[in-house]
C-alpha cells in the first residue's frame, strides 16, 4: 500500500511539473487548435488577451497579389480569439496567425514544418488526396538520414533515403526513384513538405505503385546538409545558394548513383531508374537526364524551371539539342511535365513543349489548376509514381 | 546573351517570389535572432512595434518556483525589440518570446524542437560541453526512422536507430546501446533533444567511445509512434499515457531485442548490450535489466523515476529483491546512476543506493548540479557512453 501512495505522489509530481510549465509558458493548457472537424471546417484557437487584433494567413485563402491572404479572428470574453474557415478541399495546409502584426506560430499545434527560413503551423483535411498525406494503418517504409561521399564536390554529403516496407528483409532487388526538391530546399524538403513516406507507404499499401527506393538528395552542391545539419551550425537559411543551377550538381550526380548503388539492393539499370524533381529539381532532372542520356527510363518535371543553356560555361549545358535528341533515340518510358496554370514558369514549360513537339520527343503532359506551390507538387509525385516502373 | 537575360529574369522573379512572401509574413528579413557571439554573449531580436511589452524567457535564466525565468526586452524606434544574455556557459539552450504575455516563438530562428506538447527555439553556445552536441566535421552515422513488429504488445510499432560511421561497409558486429526517454517523450525524443546522434558521431570520432548502435525505442506502449507519425493524426500531445509504468513496456522489451538482433549486425550477447534511460526510461532500465537478470552488461539510470514495487499487479514488478540480486549474481560491468542535487526525484534515487549498499551491489554514481533537465540527460549521455563496450 505504501508504495501504491508513493507512486501517486511521483505522478502527482510529474503532473503538476508539467501542467505548471505548460501553464506558466504557454497559458492555456486546454484549448484546441486546429480542431479540423468531419464536415472539414477547421477551427483555430489563440490565447491573446492584450492582443487589438489577431488575425490568421492560412495557404487555403486568396492571395492579395505578393501579400498571402488572411482574416480577423473572432475575440470572446476569456481573451481567446477564433476563427473558423468554410468546408476545406482535401490538403495539406499551413498557417500562422499575425497578433497586431507580428506573425506567429500557434502554440496548440505542435506540427511545423520549415520551407527554406520560415516555419509554419501545418494540419491535413482528409477524405479525398490528401488521405495519401496521413499516416495510415499500412505498412511502413524506413527514412533514413545518412551520408555519401561526393568526390566530384570534394565533399561528404547528406542525404535522405525511402525505403519500403519489406525491403531489409526482401532478397528482391528495387527499383530507385531519385526526387530532387526546388531553390531553397534541401534534402528534408520532399519527406517534410512532400509527404513522400506516407504517399508511398500508401500507394504501395494500394497496390497502385511498386515498392521503391526515393532517394532524396540536396541540391545545393555548396552545402554539405540542410541548415542546422552541418558544421556550419544553427545559421539563418538563405533561399539562394550559390552553384545551384551551374551545371555542378548535374555533373556529379553520377556520385549519387553510384553510392545508391553500391550500397543498396537496386535494379542497377535504366528500367529501375527514374527521376524526378520540383522547380528547380525539374531543372535538373531535364539537365540529369540529359546529360546521363541513357541512364533514365523515367523522367519527371513538376513545376520545372526550364531555361535552356542558361549558362553555356557548364559541359552540362553545352549540345542541348544534340544531347536531347541523343536521349530521346535512345528511348525512354516516360517522359511526364506537370504544370499549374497560374504557375510563373508555365509560358517556359510551354516553349519546351513546342521544342519536344518539334523534335518529335513524346511526353506525358498534365496541367493542373494552381501555380508554383508545394500542393500542386504532392499531387504531382501522386501521380507520377504509380506511372514508375511498370 | 539572351537566355543570360532569360536566367536572369528568372532569378528575379524567384528571388521576389521568396523575399516578399517573407516581407509580407514575417515582416523583418534582414533580423538575425538569435546572434551566438564569440563572447559566448547572445543577443536575440524581435520585431513587434505595436506591443507594449515584449519579454524573453529562456532555461538559462533562474525559474521562480513553477514560473520560468523571464526578461524585459527593450524596443529601439524601429520597433525591434532586443535583449543581450551575459556569457553563457556552453551548452543547448530553448526560449520563447513573451509578446504582452502570449508566448510566441522566434521567427528568426528556424531550429525548434518539441518537448512533449511544447515547442521551443533552441541554440547552441559552443566552447565546452555543446561541443559535442554540435555537427562536426566527423564522419556522421545514418538515423533511421522504422518499424518493427511489437507481438506482445500486437502493433507494429516506430523506432529510432543510429548507426555508426562505417557500419553499412563494415562486416564488424557493433554493440548496441537501448537509450529510452522520460515520461511524455517517445522515439523523437533523444535524437532531437538529446542530441545522441552529434553525441556518438563526436565521441567515437574522438576516439572516446566505441562505434555503437542506439537503439530508440517509444517507451508508451500504448502509442505505436510518436504524435503525428502514427494513424493517430496530428493530435495535440499529451504528458502521460495509459500502460507507461504498469510493467507492460519491460514485460515486452524482448520484442525490441529480437527485432534489433535479427536485422541488425549485432553482438547479440550480454557484453555487446547497454540499456540506459531517464526518468522513466530509468525507471524502465531498471526494470528491464532485472527482469530479464542476464542481458545487460551496461546499465544506466538517468534521473531515474525509482519507484520500487509500485504495481504489484504486473509480473515484472514481483520479486524485486530477489531478481536483483540474480541480476548481481550473473555479474554485470556497470551499473551506472546519474542525478541532479536538486531533481525532485533525488531522495528516492538515495533510498536506492541505500538497498544497493545494503545488498552488495556495485554502482558508480555521479551527482551533479541542477535538476530534472535535457541540459543534465545530455551530460549523462555523454559520461555513459564512453564507459561502455571497453
Given at each position: ?25 504557454w497559458g492555456a493548457p486546454g484549448i484546441v487548435s486546429p480542431e479540423v472537424k468531419e464536415d472539414r471546417t477547421v477551427t483555430f484557437r489563440f490565447q491573446a488577451p492584450e492582443a487589438k487584433e489577431v ?248 513545376s520545372a524551371a526550364i531555361i535552356p543553356d542558361a549558362k553555356m560555361t557548364s559541359k552540362v549545358y553545352a549540345d542541348f539539342d544534340e544531347t536531347l535528341k541523343k536521349q530521346m533515340q535512345n528511348g ?59
Amino acid at each position: 500500500m505504501k508504495t501504491r501512495i508513493l507512486f501517486a505522489f511521483i505522478m502527482m509530481a510529474f503532473i503538476s511539473l508539467e501542467a505548471n510549465a505548460q501553464q506558466a509558458l504557454w497559458g492555456a493548457p486546454g484549448i484546441v487548435s486546429p480542431e479540423v472537424k468531419e464536415d472539414r471546417t477547421v477551427t483555430f484557437r489563440f490565447q491573446a488577451p492584450e492582443a487589438k487584433e489577431v488575425k490568421i494567413s492560412g495557404d487555403w485563402m486568396p492571395a492579395q497579389g505578393w501579400t498571402p491572404g488572411s482574416e480577423v479572428m473572432t475575440k470572446d470574453d476569456k481573451g481567446v480569439w477564433s476563427y473558423t474557415t468554410n468546408a476545406l478541399e482535401s490538403d495539406l495546409y499551413s498557417y500562422s496567425f499575425l497578433v497586431d502584426g507580428t506573425k506567429t506560430t500557434d502554440p496548440n499545434n505542435v506540427y511545423l514544418i520549415r520551407d527554406v527560413a520560415t516555419v509554419v503551423n501545418v494540419f491535413i483535411v482528409g477524405g479525398g488526396k490528401a488521405d495519401l498525406y496521413q499516416v495510415n494503418k499500412v505498412p511502413h517504409g524506413s527514412v533514413t538520414r545518412r551520408w555519401y561521399d561526393s568526390p566530384g564536390n570534394d565533399k561528404t554529403r547528406r542525404i535522405t533515403i525511402y525505403t519500403p516496407a519489406g525491403y531489409e528483409t526482401s532478397r528482391e532487388k528495387y527499383p530507385v526513384l531519385y526526387l530532387l526538391h526546388g531553390m531553397g530546399g534541401d534534402e528534408e524538403a520532399w519527406i517534410a513538405l512532400g509527404r513522400t513516406a506516407q504517399i508511398l507507404d500508401n500507394l504501395i499499401a494500394q497496390g497502385k505503385a511498386k515498392p521503391m527506393i526515393v532517394v532524396m538528395t540536396n541540391g545545393n552542391v555548396a552545402q554539405e546538409a540542410a541548415p542546422g545539419e552541418s558544421s556550419l551550425g544553427m545559421y539563418k537559411p538563405s533561399f539562394q545558394l550559390p552553384n545551384t543551377m551551374d551545371g555542378k550538381f548535374e555533373e556529379t550526380f553520377g556520385d549519387v548513383i553510384q553510392f545508391v548503388e553500391g550500397n543498396y539492393r537496386v535494379i542497377a539499370e535504366k528500367k529501375g531508374r527514374a527521376i524526378a524533381g520540383l522547380s528547380m529539381g525539374g531543372y535538373h532532372s531535364l539537365h540529369i537526364s540529359r546529360f546521363y542520356p541513357n541512364t533514365f527510363d523515367y523522367v519527371g518535371l513538376f513545376s520545372a524551371a526550364i531555361i535552356p543553356d542558361a549558362k553555356m560555361t557548364s559541359k552540362v549545358y553545352a549540345d542541348f539539342d544534340e544531347t536531347l535528341k541523343k536521349q530521346m533515340q535512345n528511348g525512354y518510358k516516360l517522359y511526364w511535365i506537370g504544370i499549374g496554370k497560374t504557375d510563373f514558369l508555365f509560358k517556359f514549360n510551354e516553349e519546351y513543349r513546342a521544342k519536344l513537339d518539334g523534335m518529335g520527343m513524346k511526353y506525358t503532359y498534365v496541367e493542373t489548376e494552381g501555380g508554383h506551390t508545394w500542393t500542386n507538387w504532392r499531387v504531382y509525385l501522386s501521380q507520377y509514381v504509380p506511372l514508375l516502373f511498370k
